[in-house]
């Protein structure tokens, strides 16, 4: 897919120099009195849960992944948790006649393990009030847009077509309609005359992986302050 506006761009643009940025950025991370108990949903290739579970070996994101919860058992998300030391749950959608009936074992796999917060990097099925109500902004999701642009699929070849000059990622809290819940913070990438899917997937998925450890954080202080204050999700 090429790109249909833009043609003021400079001729020849530096790819590993172009302008970034992140925000809200409250680098360093916070600490908690303990740490984070979270979950995660995948459904595919799960290089967003690997960049979760490694901010946390690294003391970047004060929390544990305590299980991966994957709808397609052949997914490479469920194989990095089996490296990583991770536990996995599969809950294929394909063996539940709703998707009510799928949210419903969602919500009591990360009950059991007890989890303060979940995350969908990249849960690529739609999600009912079910799951919603049962945590209550405690439910994060990752989208490959500027939200509240390009809600839905393909994100990346919506923002192509319409020939945007600048697109990115978003965190925000799930609510019933899809992608449309509060966002907790963005990351913008440039697009370039010479960008195509591949390409720009790929910056964006950069920055992704700088952006989730971030808003993850954010999300936790916003919890545990509900907690100190007395107002439990
Ligand atoms: C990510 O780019 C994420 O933003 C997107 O799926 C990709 C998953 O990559 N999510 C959506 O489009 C949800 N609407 P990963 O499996 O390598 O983490």
């Keep these: 897919m090429s790109i249909s506006t833009n ?6 643009v530096d790819q590993n120099n172009l302008p970034s940025l992140i925000w809200p950025d409250p680098s360093p991370l916070p600490r ?3 740490p984070l108990h979270l ?3 995948a459904s595919g290739n799960g290089s967003n849960f690997e960049v979760l579970v490694k901010a946390t070996e690294r003391k970047q994101l004060d929390a ?7 709808n397609n058992p052949d ?3 469920r194989r990095r948790a089996e490296r990583l030391g991770i536990p996995c749950v599969v809950h294929d959608h394909r063996k539940f006649s709703s998707r009510e009936q799928l949210d419903q074992a969602l919500v009591s796999t990360f009950k059991k393990m007890s989890v303060e917060g979940i995350v969908m990097a990249g849960w690529m099925r739609i999600v009912t009030p079910i799951l919603v109500e049962a945590f ?3 439910l994060l999701n990752i989208h490959p847009s500027l939200l509240p642009s390009f809600t839905g699929l393909d994100a990346v070849g919506q923002a192509l077509k319409a020939g945007v000059s600048i697109t990115g990622c978003s965190v925000h809290r799930v609510t019933a309609e899809v992608d449309a819940g509060p966002v907790i913070a963005q990351a913008a990438v440039p697009i ?3 960008d195509d899917h591949q390409r720009l997937s790929q910056r964006i998925q950069s920055q992704e992986h700088k952006l989730l450890p971030l808003a993850v954080a954010i999300a936790g202080q916003s919890w545990r302050s509900q907690v100190n204050s007395g107002v439990e999700g």
């Design 39 to 41: 979950g995660v949903m």
């Design 7 to 12: 043609s003021s761009q400079p001729e020849s």
């Design 75 to 77: 997914c490479e998300a």
């Design 192 to 194: 370039l005359c010479s």
């Design 32 to 34: 908690f009195s303990h």
């Design 64 to 70: 544990s992944i305590d299980v991966l919860v994957v």
């Design 136 to 138: 209550t902004d405690r």
